[in-house]
C-alpha cells in the first residue's frame, strides 16, 4: 500500500492519531487486501497556529478543554491511485483467492532467498545503464524488455553489454545500420523480426515522445514489439509505477500448477487478470520477479524440481508428479530442454 502523510511538524501527534483512525477505517495500512488498497491519503492541517508549541500536560489541559472547538480541522483527501488511471488494469474484485495461496507464497519466499537465479542478475533493470540519464535508463529497460521475450536471460544480458557499449541511446541506434544492428543483439530469439521492432518502437519514441518512453500501458502496448508483459514491468522498472503484475511464461505456468487461477488459463493475460483479481496488491511489485526466479531454478518448465519443492504436499502438481522424483530423471529433462 503507498500512503502519504503530509503535515507540518507541529502537532504531529494529533494527525498521527487521526491517521491511526483513518488507517484502522480502511483496514489498512499493514496490509489487509481492501478494494481501496492502493488509495493515496493526504492528510492536510489547517489553522496550525492553533496547535500549542510546548506539549507539556499542562498545556496539552488546557487546550483540550478550552480550545477544543479550535482543534486543527484534518481534511482527508483520496486520491485516484495509479491503477484507477490505467483502464487496461481496472477491475473489480470477485472475491475468489486461492485455498492455500498464503503458505505456498511464503513457501516460495523462503527458497527464493538467495536471490541467486538468473534474473536476480540479470533481469531487465539490472542490464539497464543507471548510470545513464533517466531518458536513456528508461529506453534501455524497455530495450531489453523486448530482447528478453522468447530469451534466455542470459543471452538478453550479453546482447544488451554489446549494445551499450556500441552506444545504447535512441538517436545511436537509429544511426546504427539493420546489419550491425543484428551483430549485436545475435542470437536472441527473432533476432531479425526485433531488429524492426527496435528500429521502429526507437523512430517513434524520437519523433513523438521527446526521446523518452510513454508512462502509460496502453501507450506502450501501441508500440511495435511491445505487449502487455513488457509494458507492466517497464511501468515498474523504467516508471516505478506498480499497475499491474507482469506475467510472463513463468508466472503462467506456476499461477496454473498452483491453481492460482479459478480455472486453468491459455493466455498469460488471463492470468494476469486472475491474479489482480485476488493477489493483495503489496506482492505485485515483486511476484514476478519472485516466480520468474523460481521457476528458473525449482518450477522448471519441463521436469519441475518437485521433489525438492517446499510446496510438494499442497500443490496440486506436486501432489500428483510421481513421474519425476529422482534428480536423475530432472537431469536428462533438462538437457532435453537445453537441446530444444
Ligand atoms: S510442487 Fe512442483 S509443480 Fe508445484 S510449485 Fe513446487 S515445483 Fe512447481
Not at 161 to 174: A, F, P, Q, T, V
Request: with cysteine; hydrophobic share 30%.
Amino acid at each position: 500500500m503507498s500512503c502519504r502523510l503530509v503535515c507540518c511538524t507541529r502537532g504531529y501527534n494529533e494527525i498521527l492519531n487521526k491517521w491511526k483512525v483513518v488507517c484502522n477505517k480502511m483496514e489498512s495500512p499493514y496490509f489487509k487486501r481492501t478494494t481501496r488498497s492502493s488509495i493515496i491519503v493526504k492528510v492536510k492541517v489547517e489553522n496550525e497556529q492553533l496547535i500549542p508549541e510546548e506539549s507539556s500536560t499542562e498545556t496539552n489541559q488546557k487546550v483540550s478543554t478550552k480550545k477544543r472547538q479550535k482543534r486543527p480541522k484534518v481534511e482527508i483527501k483520496y486520491e485516484e491511485s495509479p491503477l484507477e488511471e490505467h483502464q487496461i488494469t481496472k477491475q473489480e474484485s470477485s472475491g475468489w483467492e486461492p485455498p492455500m495461496w498464503r503458505e505456498q507464497l511464503k513457501n516460495i519466499y523462503d527458497m527464493r532467498k538467495s536471490r541467486n537465479a538468473a534474473v536476480d542478475s540479470m533481469g531487465c533493470d539490472v542490464i539497464s545503464d543507471a548510470l545513464a540519464s533517466p531518458e536513456v535508463y528508461r529506453y534501455q529497460v524497455l530495450l531489453s524488455l523486448m530482447l528478453s521475450s522468447q530469451t534466455k536471460d542470459q543471452i538478453t544480458s550479453a546482447a544488451m553489454k554489446k549494445l551499450r557499449e556500441h552506444g545504447c541511446s535512441i538517436d545511436n541506434i537509429l544511426e546504427t545500420s539493420d546489419q550491425v544492428l543484428g551483430e549485436l543483439i545475435y542470437p536472441v530469439g527473432f533476432w531479425k523480426k526485433k531488429i524492426e521492432y527496435i528500429k521502429r518502437t526507437s523512430k517513434i519514441l524520437q519523433e513523438e515522445y521527446n526521446g523518452d518512453i510513454p508512462d502509460t500501458v496502453e501507450k506502450l502496448c501501441k508500440l511495435p514489439g511491445v505487449g502487455p508483459k513488457m509494458a507492466y514491468l517497464a511501468m515498474k522498472c523504467a516508471w516505478n509505477q506498480i499497475v499491474g503484475i507482469g506475467v510472463d511464461t513463468h508466472v503462467h505456468r506456476i499461477s496454473n500448477r498452483l491453481r492460482w487461477v479459478k480455472k486453468p488459463t491459455k493466455q498469460p493475460e488471463d492470468t494476469r487478470k486472475e491474479l489482480q483479481d485476488w493477489l493483495p496488491r503489496e506482492y505485485w511489485r515483486d511476484i514476478n520477479h519472485l516466480l520468474v526466479g523460481f521457476g528458473q531454478q525449482t518450477c522448471l518448465p519441463v521436469g519441475p524440481k518437485c521433489y525438492e519443492c517446499l510446496n510438494k504436499e499442497i500443490c496440486p502438481v506436486g501432489k500428483t508428479n510421481k513421474k519425476i522424483s529422482s534428480p536423475k530423471k530432472i537431469k536428462k529433462e533438462e538437457l532435453k530442454e537445453e537441446m530444444e
